[in-house]
């Protein structure tokens, strides 16, 4: 797993909510594509590591912004 992806914060509190202690800890070492500050914001405040947050807050936008963070795999 390279990456984990956030569209909303409510997103990033369920998934910490469906996880057990062990599986949030793994998730906690995945790098995080955000999809705005918002979202960044709860994603941080609940343990995780941002690395994506595009400029725009539009799905086509962190797109880009993904495969920016990941050059050469296009």
């Known amino acids: ?13 369920n998934f910490v909510a469906l996880l057990d202690t062990e599986s949030l800890r793994l998730a906690r070492q995945v790098p995080v594509a ?27 936008d962190m797109v ?3 495969k920016d963070y990941f050059p050469g795999t296009r």
């Not at 500050?37 to 609940?46: F, M, N, V, Y």
């Open 1 to 13: 797993l390279d990456l984990l992806t956030f569209t909303a914060a409510s997103t990033v509190q």
């Open 34 to 60: 955000s999809i705005g500050p918002l979202t960044t914001t709860t994603a941080r405040k609940l343990g995780f590591n941002v690395v994506v947050e595009p400029n725009q807050s539009t799905l086509d």
């Open 64 to 66: 880009e912004a993904i």
